[in-house]
């Protein structure tokens, strides 16, 4: 089983990494609704995180606005869906299970047959990252909107 020290380490990197991808894909919200600038007071807080909008709702948003402007990809969508299951899995990853024999796992709560392989989810994160912080930074900015803040490094 991974150490408490390396699952603290892979939360902390992919829940950052994943906040900032989470403010591109409401960036891009906005650059699409209010394509002149200056977003409305507010609309970030009061609107695009609000409990009932969850990362999945601002997905749907985004897949709308893509295919609004012609530039819709599933297996786009499919690898931003799949970043957030890894997210998840990591940030709600604190359940250990302790077997009859003492030893210690942590299940995929949608396969408790299978246990969770953070050092491969955390591998795929990464990789997928990379590839779409870059694509949503180049949609923003196709989109008009100015970059006025760097991802993550770590």
Do not use: W
């Not at 829940?15 to 991808?21: G, I, P, R, Y």
């Not at 609309?43 to 012609?70: A, C, G, H, T």
């Not at 408790?112 to 050092?119: G, P, S």
Request: aromatic share 12%.
């Amino acid at each position: 089983m991974i150490s408490d020290e390396k699952l603290k380490e892979y939360r902390h990197e992919i829940l950052s990494k994943h906040n900032h991808l989470d403010i591109l894909i409401s960036s891009i919200i906005c650059a699409h609704y209010f394509p002149n600038f200056p977003i409305p007071q507010g609309f970030f807080s009061n609107v695009l995180y609000q409990q009932p909008l969850s990362y999945s709702s601002r997905l749907n948003m985004l897949r709308k606005i893509y295919r609004e402007r012609d530039i819709y990809n599933k297996k786009y969508f499919k690898k931003l869906k799949r970043m957030g299951e890894i997210r998840n899995s990591l940030a709600h990853s604190e359940m250990v299970i302790i077997t009859k024999n003492g030893e210690e796992h942590i299940y995929n709560p949608k396969n408790f047959d299978k246990e969770i392989d953070f050092d491969e989810e955390y591998k795929e994160y990464i990789i997928l990252e990379e590839e779409i912080s870059k694509s949503l930074i180049n949609v923003y900015e196709n989109f008009g909107g100015i970059l006025l803040h760097k991802k993550p490094k770590f």
